[in-house]
Antibody
Framework: QVQLQESGPGLVKPSQTLSLTCTVS??????????WSWIRQPAGKGLEWIGR???????NYNPSLKSRVTISVDTSKNQFSLKLSSVTAADTAVYYC?????????????????????WGKGTTVTVSS | QSVLTQPPSVSGAPGQRVTISCTGS?????????VHWYQQLPGTAPKLLIY???NRPSGVPDRFSGSKSGTSASLAITGLQAEDEADYYC??????????????FGTGTKVTVL
């Protein structure tokens, strides 16, 4: 059973770069047609998708964060990582990593699915001086 | 940045049926993108509850059911139990920005068991 675990500094200074790593256990990050996503949730608020990566290195980012986000993958370590630059207090949140499935099917018409089926427990990152 | 609208809260007595709506638009739910639902118990990570509009992952009780029609979707909980008290989020995909889509979540609904 695949499990994900986020790790990284819990406190980041304003204007610096937030760096988090997600370690995948119980299976290879390269097996299956999975993407790997990052999602965040400010305290008391809703969920925001940050971006995703395929093991080939192909990435997709939330347009609102694209200029500051980099997601990378290290298949040898079964890990993928998030870097968010020029952080402010607005970036304070619980950050989750997740396994991501996406694809399409035909049923009288074409339909598409994008969702996260396995989530890490999350890690809290506070941006403060 | 939520483009999917949910009621802030719903409540019901144990054993009752409650429903949560998720309203989108022609660039997400109405564009052929499936809707998925997550349950977030207090202090924990979201958990996949319904995928592909109406499918339950293994281990999810059949008290939970989902449906989709047009630009909206809904989650129903029948036989409400105390352990169902949680936040629920719908999620889909939005393609309104040319050349750049994104995963979108609903505003979230808190279910209270009276």
């Amino acid at each position: 059973q695949v499990q994900l675990q986020e790790s990284g500094p819990g406190l980041v200074k304003p204007s610096q770069t937030l760096s988090l790593t997600c370690t995948v256990s119980g299976g290879s990050i390269s097996s299956g047609s999975y993407y790997w996503s990052w999602i965040r949730q400010p305290a008391g608020k809703g969920l925001e998708w940050i971006g995703r990566i395929y093991t080939s290195g192909s990435t997709n980012y939330n347009p609102s964060l694209k200029s500051r986000v980099t997601i990378s993958v290290d298949t040898s370590k079964n890990q993928f990582s998030l870097k968010l630059s020029s952080v402010t207090a607005a970036d304070t949140a619980v950050y989750y990593c997740a396994r991501d499935l996406s694809g399409s099917y035909y049923h009288d018409d074409y339909y598409y699915y994008y969702y996260m089926d396995v989530w890490g427990k999350g890690t809290t990152v506070t941006v403060s001086s | 940045q939520s483009v999917l609208t949910q009621p802030p809260s719903v409540s019901g007595a144990p054993g009752q049926r409650v429903t949560i709506s998720c309203t989108g638009s022609s660039s997400n739910i109405g564009a052929g993108y499936d809707v998925h639902w997550y349950q977030q118990l207090p202090g924990t990570a979201p958990k996949l509850l319904i995928y592909g509009n109406s499918n339950r992952p293994s281990g999810v009780p059949d008290r939970f059911s989902g449906s989709k029609s047009g630009t909206s979707a809904s989650l129903a909980i029948t036989g409400l139990q105390a352990e169902d008290e949680a936040d629920y989020y719908c999620q889909s995909y939005d393609s309104s920005l040319s050349g750049s889509g994104l995963y979108v979540f609903g505003t979230g609904t808190k279910v209270t068991v009276l």
